[in-house]
């Protein structure tokens, strides 16, 4: 065999085996871009599951929170009709609750 068919084959096998790593390199990258879409993918499923448990807890503490504006109205109110007893002290009603 002479050496130009020997550099023939040998330049052969360099451009088949460039072929075969760059389709594995093509491969590897398709293979990473599928996990990082994925990973990504989980990490706004968490957000968004993260957001909707945030707005559920401040509903939940919503329904909790006391009308202090209504129940210093009402006081303020009763107050100015004359009622100005307590739980404590009685009220005009409260002998006659006790005295029938």
């Known amino acids: 065999m ?5 550099g023939a ?4 096998g360099s451009v088949g085996y460039a072929i075969y790593s760059g389709e594995e390199a093509k491969k590897r ?13 989980e990490a706004r499923d968490a957000a968004v599951s993260q ?3 945030q707005e559920e807890e401040v509903r939940r503490a919503n329904r ?5 504006a209504a129940i210093l109205e009402g006081a303020r109110v009763a107050g ?3 009622s ?5 002290t ?5 002998t006659k609750l006790l005295g029938e």
């Not at 009685?90 to 409260?94: I, K, T, V, Y």
């Open 9 to 12: 084959l040998a330049a052969a």
């Open 29 to 41: 990258q398709k293979e990473a871009l599928v996990r990082q879409e994925r990973v990504q993918q």
């Open 2 to 6: 002479s050496y130009g068919i020997i």
């Open 51 to 53: 957001r909707r448990a």
């Open 80 to 82: 100015s009709a004359g």
């Open 90 to 94: 009685g009220g005009q009603n409260s």
């Open 64 to 68: 909790r929170k006391p009308d202090v």
């Open 84 to 88: 100005r007893s307590t739980l404590l």
